[in-house]
């Protein structure tokens, strides 16, 4: 059976991805832009900010704001110490109590707040997200460079969360032997595969575990 040929920003089969999140990623991010194929030109450096909302009792669902849009990705499975996240909800402001209560506070693993308004704006959404103990929105800014390394769509993004500036390096692809070769070429084998719900916790504190190279 042949490969999927993958295609950045393209629809493929779920994807396992390898992200991890450090101060120290310089080599590491030359060798994967010199390794590189041409990509596309939409894809050379792209910039986005993020509301992630974090949960202290979560550490499967990742839920994330942007461009008044909310997207909620669910962990399926780790194979080869690779991971992989498939969608779980997609939704737009206002929002009903509804969705609210099926859809995206399950998602959290938290006590349900009551809702008593017929539908929720973005900030009246953050208000509920602000009034609870166990949920804390972080405010994310990402600067991310796109490659394509062994058929692996790759990335190499300065991020700020919360105002800290990190450095974060990523290969995903639906082939994980693809991945592990990219992960060798590029000089990253046995670092530690950490993603954003994981990284923003470490450095809000929410957990007590260093970033990759710290």
């Excluded at 450090?22 to 030359?30: S, T």
């Excluded at 809702?115 to 009034?131: C, D, G, H, I, P």
């Excluded at 994310?140 to 450095?167: H, P, W």
């Amino acid at each position: 059976m042949s490969k999927e040929k993958l295609e950045i920003g393209q629809i493929s089969k779920p994807r396992f991805e390898f992200r991890t999140f450090g101060q120290h990623f310089e080599k590491e991010a030359q060798r994967m832009a010199r390794l590189s194929v041409a990509v596309p030109e939409k894809v050379w450096e792209r910039h986005s900010s993020e509301i992630y909302i974090m949960s202290r009792t979560n550490d499967i669902n990742n839920t994330k704001v942007r461009d008044g849009k909310m997207d909620i990705k669910t962990f399926v499975q780790s194979v080869a110490g690779l991971e992989q996240w498939n969608p779980l909800m997609k939704g737009e402001f206002p929002i009903s109590p509804e969705t609210l209560t099926k859809e995206v506070f399950p998602a959290f693993q938290i006590e349900m707040p009551v809702f008593a308004k017929e539908a929720y704006s973005f900030e009246a959404f953050m208000q509920l997200v602000r009034n609870h103990p166990d949920l804390l929105p972080v405010r994310v800014y990402k600067q991310r460079f796109g490659y394509m390394v062994n058929n692996t769509i790759c990335e190499y993004a300065r991020v700020l969360i919360n105002g800290a500036c990190v450095y974060s390096l990523s290969s995903e692809s639906t082939e994980v032997d693809d991945i592990l070769k990219t992960l060798a070429d590029i000089g990253l084998t046995g670092v530690e595969n950490i993603n954003y719900l994981q990284a923003i916790k470490r450095i809000t504190g929410m957990i007590d575990k260093p970033l990759a190279n710290e």
